[in-house]
């Protein structure tokens, strides 16, 4: 049976690169898709990686050791160490965050001049991004929601989502520069943020089904650390398979293995 695989990297020679080594093909000999040549983005925001496809077969899979083995790796000690559908990765806190799968309630109250100047700074920031855009800023109780509402959603959001989080990643750090740290901002539009955590269960779901329907282990794209979490706690009580995260910074992924 034939299936596509995606694989990313910064660009194309190295996401090819990459697939070689995973797949056991040499590179001059690798057959994939271009799906998308990437962006550099500016000042680092809106960038992506490249995206390549290559299709593979179940043969491959199952006759190679080396292709198996690829697969199955020693979490990083440096990271974290990991037990299946880790607790700690559940738990784990950042500045770039969506949703929290269970809110912790936070009855701190924020002053208005600390939401009228992240207003200010949003506004200002998107402004000078070239958007055009409504900018609603209010407490949401266990965090400060900034909705922003630019004519093109989908430029503001970019692929994956990688420039509405580093607009968040940057509010956040800004906004807490000089201030003490009352509550985390979360940056949305048009309701991507809960659409987006819906489509990583969704994945998270099939991609389960997969690995118990096969048995092997089944390794899903790079994700944030927020959309590990969702990964992480949706696949928790389900007894066919268990969930670890592997690899460093922008590579690090969850594997969903068949339990034995």
């Given at each position: ?8 990297a ?35 925001i ?12 179940g ?31 559940v ?40 958007f ?25 959001i970019g ?30 539009s048009?309701?991507y ?10 994945m ?5 089904r ?8 089944i ?18 009580e ?7 995260s ?15």
């Amino acid at each position: 049976m034939t299936e596509s695989r995606e694989f990313n990297a910064a660009t194309v020679d190295e996401a090819v690169a990459k697939a070689s080594k995973q797949l056991g093909v040499p590179a001059d000999e690798l057959a994939y898709e271009l799906i998308d040549e990437g962006s550099p983005g500016f000042l680092g925001i809106g960038a992506r990686d490249a995206r390549i496809s290559v299709e593979e077969t179940g043969g491959i899979q199952e006759t190679s050791e080396e292709a198996s083995e690829s697969l199955i790796k020693e979490p990083d000690p440096a990271s974290e160490e990991e037990e299946p559908c880790k607790d700690e990765e559940v738990a784990k806190d950042d500045s770039v965050h969506t949703h929290r799968q269970e809110p912790e309630t936070n009855s701190t109250v924020v002053p208005e001049d600390l939401l009228s100047e992240i207003k200010k700074f949003a506004s200002e920031t998107v402004s000078s991004m070239g958007f055009e855009a409504r900018v609603d800023v209010y407490d949401a109780g266990d965090f400060v929601a900034v909705d922003v509402s630019p004519e093109d959603t989908g430029l503001f959001i970019g692929q994956k989502g990688e420039t509405i989080d580093a607009f968040q990643h940057l509010l956040n750090v800004s906004v807490y520069k000089h201030r003490e740290f009352l509550k985390r901002v979360i940056v949305d539009s048009e309701g991507y943020r809960q659409r987006r955590i819906e489509a990583v269960q969704g994945m998270a779901h099939r991609m389960a089904r997969r690995a118990a329907r096969e048995g092997r282990i089944i390794e899903l794209p790079p994700m944030s650390s927020s959309e590990r979490r969702v990964v992480h706690t949706y696949l928790k009580e389900n007894s066919d398979v268990f969930t670890e995260s592997e690899g460093t910074g922008e590579n690090r992924r969850v594997n969903i293995s068949p339990r034995r």
